[in-house]
Structures are given as C-alpha cells and as structure tokens.
C-alpha cells in the first residue's frame, strides 16, 4: 500500500533561472522519475512551522549555499551554523529519524560543526554524482525511514488489506463488496472508503493474530505499546475504558469483598460493584461551589482512616476478611486534578492488595516530565512491595486513538503477583470475540505516535496550546472585559513564560482560586490541558450575583457557531487540549466567546443569534440573550442551586443493602416506580447520575435523603419551566400521564 510522504527540497534557487537551480531541479525530477513525490519550497520561513511538516515528508533536502543564511549578518559562516542548528533541533524535537540532507557546492561538511552533522544522513555535492544516482541514495533512505513506521499490528493490517485475497471470513460485507450492492450501501462505501472496509476483518485471519489470546502482530504490538509507557504488560481494549475498568475489577474481586472507591468514579466502577458483588467504602472527594469536584484529602487514604470507614459501614464490618482488594481512584478528575500517586503507593502499599488508577483522561502523562509522580506508571517509577498496580487508560481521549480505543497498563510488584492467565479469563469475558480491527490498529498506532521524542514534542505542544490559550483570555479581560469576561479555572498566577514548573500548578493549602479547603502541600496539582472556563453570575462561596450568565446558553450560542465543547456545568465550561488541539481552533473559540458578550451586552434578539434553537423552541423567539441569562439565572438563584448541588454530594449517604442485592430486585422486577415526592427513605434500585456533572450521586441499594430529593424538585420545577435546557439525571424517568410530565424512580419494594 502506497502513503504518500514527499521528499522536501528547501533551496531559495528551486525555481531560480541559473546553475544551482538548474541542478535542483534535475535532482527533483530524478527523485521524480523513482515514483516519489517532491515538494520544493524557496524560503525557510517560519522554522517551527517547517519542523512541523516532519510528520508529512519521507526526507528533507536543505541547501547550505542559499543568501537566507547570511543576510545582513557579518559574520557569515556563523549565522549559516545558526541557521542549520536550529532547523534541525526543531526537526529532532519531534523526529529522531527522518532523513535530512545538506548539499551545497561552495560549502561542504567542514563549514559544518560536529553537533549538527552527527543528526544527518548525508551531505550531497551536486556535481560529482549524476542526479539518478543521488536520487536513488536518497530514497533508499527515505524508504528505509518509512518501513520503520508502522507498528506491529498496523504493518499486518495494511498488508492484509492491500493483499486483495479473497475471503469467506465475516463480516458479511466482504471487504465493502455487499454495499456495492445497493444504492445507500453505495453512500456508505463511498463516505467511509475502500481501506476502512477491507481492514474491517474476522479475528480468525491468522496472519493477523488474536486479541483474545493475545498473540501473532497483536501481541507484538501490545508488547510495543508496553515498551513504550513503560508498563511491565499492557492490553489493548475496543470497548472504551469503561470495559477496561470491569476487566480489572473482575480479574481481583469476587463478591463479598470489600473495595475502597472513589465517589467521585466513573459509573463503569459502580456498575463493576454490582457485577462482582462487592461491597464499597466511598472515600469522598472535595467540591467547590462551582461544581467542580475536587481531590479526596490525603487524610481519608490513611489505612487506619480506611479501617475506620470498614468498621462503620454496616456490611463491610461483618466480612471476616477486612482487607480490601481494591482501590480505584479517578485519576485525573474531569476537571484536570492529579494526585501523587507515589505518596498513594507509599501509604497502601501491602494495605490493598490492588492500586487501580483510573486514567481514563491522562494517557499523555508519561511522556513530559512535568507530571512527575503525577501519574501511575512511568520511566523508572518504584515498584510496590506487595500491590499490583493498574492504570486503565482512554487512548481515544487525549491521544489519537479512534472512540472506544482504550488500553490496560500493569506493573507488577516486586513480589510478582500478576498472573496473565487469570487477567486474560476477565479479559475474555469483557471482550468481543468480534473486535473491531480499525480500533486495534488505531491503538497500535496511538502509542507509536507517543514513542520519545515525538510523543514528547506532542504533549508539549498541547501544554503550550492551552498555556496561550489561558494567557490569550487573560489579554482579552485585560483590553477588552468593560465589566465582565469569561474567566479560566486555575492558580491566579501564570508563568511568565512557557509552561512553568510543577509548583506554579500545584493546588495549595491557602490558595482562594480552587475553593476546596485547606489540602497537604505536594499531594494535588491541575493539569493546565484541562481548562475550566468560568461565566459571570456566582463566587467561590456559591452566591449567586444579581445577573449572571448560566454556562448552558453560552454552551448552545458556541454550537451554533460551530464550537462544542465537552462537558457544561451551572457556570463553567469545560475543554481540553489534546494534542489534536490547534492554535485555529482555540482562537476560534476565543473569538466566539467576544461575540458572546457584544452580543449579550446588546441583548440581541435570539431569533437572530440562536436560530436552530429558536426553530425547537419557538416560545423565546420574542426574548433577548440576556433576557434568556436573566432567566435562568434568577431560577438559579431563587433555589439557591450552587448550594444544593454541592451538599446533596457531601451529604450523608446510607447503604442499606449491597449493590449486586438492590440490582437483584430490579432484575426480577421486585421494584416499584416512586414519584418524587415520596422518594426520601427509599432504597434505589439504579444509578441516580445527574448530567452536569455526570457523576453518580446514588448507587444501587442506598436511600434518598432530603437533600437530594430537593434537588430532584428543583429539576422537575427547572424542566417544566425551561424546555431545552432540561436538567438530565440518568434514573430519573419521565412519563407523560394525561399530558402531565410525571417523574418517578424505580426503587426497591417496600
């Protein structure tokens, strides 16, 4: 299968009418005649936006004889050096193996120093050697560059492709060949392409190898990856890490067991409490007042904290065997909160007889050294004496895996604990015996992209990226805010240059910015790629001013033109840069948010500037934007939500039966749909996750309080009064009885 990687040619003579360009353009057409495409380019330019282009080109040709080298400059031969050295650490920054040549015909290697020679693969005399001969000396390197590209996996799979072998293997399209078949199939081929269809294959090809058992090219490639984040084994996964996280928890727990658990977790991990039948102690997160979760306090890992929570729960201190088997903590939070995991491993090492870090928006940490010990499993990071430590990863996050792609690391203790027979038996009962090869590959291609140094130029320039996109809104308050901006969550300083250090990041015991209490020094920082973009109208202390503008309208002003953003809360926003993240994009959102306020601050009408949500909802055709703000706001406000929000989280939660009981009754139907008005004291049979923040707030099995019945009031109130900014709360079901929307919540039978 052909790519298509150009050779670049950098020479101010490329299209120039004398000798040098003469001889260039022979070279380029003699690379040409080999069937390999050239790009000829007359100026460097912008050097980073050349070293840029090394993910595109199979080599780089630069010419040292050129006038950009010594313009205006003295000493000459100095600035040619300059010149060259720069261009060529931008170049090995990011790529340590793509070819790069110098030729020149008054210059030659010993105008040269030694530094920079020692990063090229040739130096070309234009006229001692015929071009055809040059040309095939450097396309036998450019090739022998590119047939070190693809990884395992990705290598199999292209060739399997471009083999045009027929097959009777499933799936029933053969390759694409049934959607030739019918006109929308027709639509469906010509929209996804050949190349997607004929790698879409059964898992009995043999030449491709088996996820399931992990062999052929899929091992290798599992293998490589492991290499590569520098985990002792490491397992790729089609089903989002939501899979991956109920691969780990069945591999170690059986019902019975108690587990200690993040409350602020992924539903994934209460829906693994129920599957396994274990038995949960919750280690309670902080929380600000704008709704954003924040770390458990170091003092709640403390084992004897953790004994202490054991013996208070009323099913955990009946087990015999009081050791828990797991830990699972979120790492990072939504909104980019980290801890120390090594200070985690210190105290519960021996403790718990599984570490799970769930990792889900972190996968780019271990490869800057600014996360630190901020991360579960890295280069040269200690082993734990008796712990198995895992990290379950969403390649498909932050890097550039396809949706679904998700990957389990393992580092075994010294004591060597892991057996990968009995991991795999959980493997295979989460796994599809029909993977989607398009997702293995995107894996497999997902970690070589990070392999150093460019998987580190990548997270430094996502690190970068979000740094000016911070100072960039910071500029804009500065010249533009006349009374209001948007503000970006973060420590009130910023660096004066770069990305800073560790410090500049950390969360602080006496810091006001984060609102979440007095912590230990050292134990939490914040991701700067993860950045919370705060709107007017509420204060750390969660009261509320006298307008403000609720994050859910600026959300549905930003879509409409044409920016989405990940997660919306009361008054925060929420977006990460990954390393797909450009400086357009950023800008662009920066831009949309100032035609936000102009348009706020001239309340146009909505009609105008919202008009696909004015087509649903026709009735606030007639109100201004901040008409609509003043609206919602005031609801807000009058129900004191903030507020609300934050204690129905911290509020005291009971358990009254286990988990994997509770779900029983649901699952034969022993439950009884019970309005909301009548729910506090009851037992839930399902999830209660409200939508923002989309955090469980009750699992199977635990009462409903007060607190948290009042907000389900509000949400019915909230609902019937603002069609199409309904609150959302998974468990929550509505039915229309005789043209009345009734709530209600399937709990279990009294």
């Keep these: 299968m052909r790519f298509r990687f150009p050779i670049v040619i950098i020479d101010e003579d490329f299209r120039s009418e004398n000798a040098s360009g003469f001889g260039i353009r022979a070279l380029a057409k003699a690379i040409e005649g080999e069937g390999v495409e050239v790009m000829g380019v007359t100026s460097y330019g912008d050097l980073s936006t050349f070293a840029q282009q090394q993910s595109r080109a199979s080599a780089f ?34 790529n340590a193996d793509i070819p790069i040549f110098l030729y020149g015909e008054t210059r030659t290697s010993s105008h040269i120093p030694n530094d920079v020679l020692k990063e090229l693969h040739g130096f070309i005399h234009m006229f001692e050697d ?5 040309a095939r000396h450097i396309i036998r390197e450019s090739k022998a560059y590119l047939d070190t590209l693809a990884p395992p996996f990705f290598r199999a799979l292209t060739g399997y492709a471009a083999d045009g072998s027929y097959s009777w293997h499933c799936p029933g399209h053969s390759g694409g060949v049934a959607f030739l078949k019918s006109p929308v199939g027709q639509m469906f081929h010509q929209f996804f392409g050949e190349n997607l269809l004929r790698a879409d294959v059964c898992n009995a090809v043999e030449e491709l190898g ?3 058992d992990h062999t052929g090219p899929v091992a290798a490639s599992e293998r490589n990856a492991a290499r590569i984040f520098h985990a002792d084994h490491l397992y790729f996964v089609t089903n989002g890490t939501s899979t991956s996280n109920k691969m780990v928890w069945h591999s170690v727990v059986s019902p019975g067991d108690i587990v200690v658990v993040d409350r602020n977790c992924h539903k994934s991990i209460l829906h693994a409490i129920v599957m396994t039948g274990a038995i949960p102690v919750f280690l309670t997160p902080t929380r600000n007042h704008f709704g954003i979760i924040g770390p458990i306090p170091l003092e709640e890992f403390a084992p004897e904290n953790i004994q202490k929570k054991i013996e208070a729960h009323p099913f955990a201190r009946h087990v015999a065997n009081k050791k828990p088997r797991i830990l699972t903590i979120t790492q990072s939070t939504y909104d980019g909160v980290l801890y120390n995991v090594e200070t985690i491993k210190e105290l519960l090492d021996g403790k718990i007889e599984t570490l799970h870090f769930d990792e ?43 949706s679904q792609a998700s990957q389990i690391l393992v580092q075994d203790c010294e004591n060597e604990k892991f057996d990968r027979d009995i991991f795999n038996e959980s ?14 590959a995107s894996c497999d291609v997902a970690a070589a992209m990070m392999e150093p140094p460019g998987g580190t130029a990548l997270v430094d320039e996502s690190l970068m990226e979000a740094l000016n996109f911070r100072r960039a809104m910071r500029k804009v308050d500065a010249e533009w805010g006349a009374g209001w901006w948007f503000k970006v969550w973060g420590p009130d300083e910023l660096p004066a240059e770069g990305i800073g250090g560790r410090d500049d990041w950390m969360v602080k015991k006496g810091d006001r910015w984060h609102g979440f209490g007095p912590l230990v020094e050292g134990f939490n920082m914040l991701d700067p790629i993860k950045a919370t973009v705060i709107t007017p109208g509420l204060d750390m202390e969660g009261d509320f001013a006298d307008w403000g503008i ?3 309208i600026v959300n549905k002003y930003l879509a409409e033109h044409g920016v989405v953003v990940e997660k919306t809360g009361l008054y925060s926003f929420f977006i990460m840069f990954t390393i797909g993240i450009t400086k357009g994009r950023w800008n662009s959102l920066v831009t949309a948010l100032q035609q936000f306020k102009d348009d706020y601050d001239k309340n146009q009408p909505l009609w105008r500037i919202l008009p696909k949500f004015i087509t649903k909802h026709p009735t606030y055709e007639r109100m201004g ?19 609300l929000t934050t204690e129905m989280y911290l509020s005291d939660i009971v358990p009254a039966m286990r988990p994997a009981d509770a779900w029983a009754k649901m699952a034969h139907r022993q439950i009884e749909r019970v309005p909301i008005d009548e729910l506090e004291g009851r037992i839930t049979a399902s999830l209660v996750t409200p939508y923002p923040p989309g955090i469980p707030l009750l699992i199977p099995g635990e009462r409903f309080n007060k607190t948290i019945v009042d907000y389900l009031k509000f949400t019915r109130e909230f609902n019937k009064q603002l069609p199409g900014f309904e609150t959302d709360v998974h468990g929550l079901v509505a039915e229309d009885v005789d043209g009345r929307i009734v709530y209600h919540i399937d709990c279990v039978k009294d």
């Excluded at 050129?66 to 170049?91: A, C, K, T, W």
Aim: with cysteine; proline share 5%.
């Design 550 to 552: 609720p994050a859910g």
């Design 427 to 440: 493997y295979l009962m989460h796994s599809s015996t029909s993977p989607q090869y398009a997702i293995i």
């Design 61 to 94: 040709i630069l010419s040292i004889d050129d006038e950009e080298f010594n313009s205006g400059v003295p000493e000459e031969e100095l600035h040619v050096v300059r010149q060259l050295r720069s261009f060529v650490e931008e170049i090995r920054f990011r």
């Design 130 to 134: 015929t071009p055809e001969f040059v």
């Design 625 to 643: 934007l901040k008409d609509l703000c003043d609206k919602l706001h005031g609801m807000y406000k009058e129900y004191d939500v903030a507020r």
């Design 210 to 212: 088996q996820l399931l």
């Design 360 to 402: 889900a928006w972190l996968p780019h940490a271990a490869f800057h050294d600014f996360y630190g010990d901020y991360h579960a499993i890295g280069e040269g990071r200690p082993r734990c004496k008796d712990s198995l430590v895992y990290s379950t990863q969403s390649t498909h996050k932050l890097l550039a895996g396809l």
